[in-house]
């Protein structure tokens, strides 16, 4: 059994060295050497390990500047916010100190202290 495989496997390899060229031109995708083919596997391997990297870090890239830009957005607002907080605190305690000193202020007893 062994013997009549390793007749038919000598066969199909002495076939391949001889008609090589002509493998090559019916086959011109197809590599007569095995060492070609597997440059040709690992090449496409690489080429496509390569490619796959490139994808998930921009995508990682994409979303770290989304979560920054997000972040800075609602920090800015945030701060805009407390700002207009304050701002509107600021001017109603303006207005109710002068509005107090408005109905405080008598004109007569101004005018009698300047006189004095």
């Known amino acids: 059994m ?21 493998i090559d031109n019916l086959f011109p995708n197809t590599s007569a050497t095995v060492l070609d083919s ?7 391997f690489s080429s496509k390990a390569l490619d796959s990297v490139e994808q998930r870090i921009d995508d ?35 207005q109710k100190i002068i509005n107090d000193e408005i109905i405080n202020f008598n004109l007569i007893e101004y005018i009698q202290s300047i006189y004095k």
């Open 60 to 94: 990682s890239i994409d979303k770290i500047v989304d979560n920054t830009n997000n972040s800075v957005s609602n920090k800015i607002s945030d701060v805009g916010d407390k700002v207009a907080s304050k701002i509107s605190e600021a001017k109603e305690s303006s």
């Open 38 to 44: 597997l440059k040709n596997d690992t090449s496409n």
């Open 2 to 22: 062994f013997i009549k495989l390793g007749i038919i496997i000598g066969v199909v390899v002495l076939g391949g060295m001889i008609f090589s060229n002509e």
